[in-house]
């Protein structure tokens, strides 16, 4: 087992990486200006990321074979902007992204959070998370991909929002994704901290 393959050798590498992240603990990374700690389970084997082509604050991958991807977006927005509406604006946002790659999306399940914006529990809060669960299919001339994902929307700093993905690539192993992502649902999106009163450059 290692970071650049947290599956090890096993038959299903791709198996075994979806089991660690049901079972391994909570830990956090950073992004560069250390303004986010984003929670990841087996923290120590995720790497921080750029994705080509679609801009983000910060992003990580669980294994040099993508197990599982985050990404983390903060963006403009109007002042008094709910989760609700941040999450309208980001799927607005992203339409043209996500046409391109012909992604089709079964209807989402929709969860609302309680969140503590500070990793001291007398910080100011509690807010509400708004989170979206899907099962995606991406289309491109070579291949069909199957994902569980699930995306949550943050009013962090004023005239902000942050968006929160993370995405469980199926392959064979459709139910551990799912589990996958609904550990993130219900365990993982509260955990976010923020760690900067100032809003970051992005």
């Not at 403009?76 to 799927?91: K, S």
């Not at 989402?108 to 708004?130: C, F, H, Q, S, Y």
């Not at 993905?165 to 799912?178: F, Q």
Request: charged content about 25%; some cysteine; aromatic content about 12%.
């Amino acid at each position: 087992m290692s970071r650049e393959e947290p599956g090890g050798d096993a038959d299903d590498p791709h198996e075994a990486a979806l089991d660690r992240l049901l079972k391994e603990s909570w830990g956090w990374r950073n992004d560069k200006q250390d303004a986010l700690h984003v929670p990841l389970p087996d923290w120590k084997n995720w790497r921080r990321i750029r994705y080509f082509g679609v801009p983000t604050f910060v992003g990580f991958r669980y294994g040099d074979d993508h197990h599982a991807v985050i990404a983390v977006w903060v963006r403009d927005a109007d002042e008094g902007t709910t989760p609700d509406q941040c999450l309208e604006n980001f799927e607005k946002w992203g339409e043209p992204t996500a046409h391109s790659f012909s992604v089709k999306v079964q209807d989402p399940v929709v969860t609302r959070l309680p969140w503590n914006p500070m990793a001291n529990p007398k910080g100011d809060g509690p807010l509400e998370i708004v989170v979206k669960s899907v099962n995606a299919e991406i289309s491109t001339l070579f291949s069909n991909k199957s994902y569980a994902a699930a995306y949550g929307a943050y009013v962090m700093w004023p005239k902000t929002c942050t968006i929160f993905g993370v995405a469980v690539p199926v392959r064979d192993s459709a139910e551990l994704a799912r589990d996958v992502r609904d550990r993130y649902v219900n365990d993982g999106f509260w955990r976010m901290e923020r760690h900067a009163e100032a809003v970051p450059s992005f």
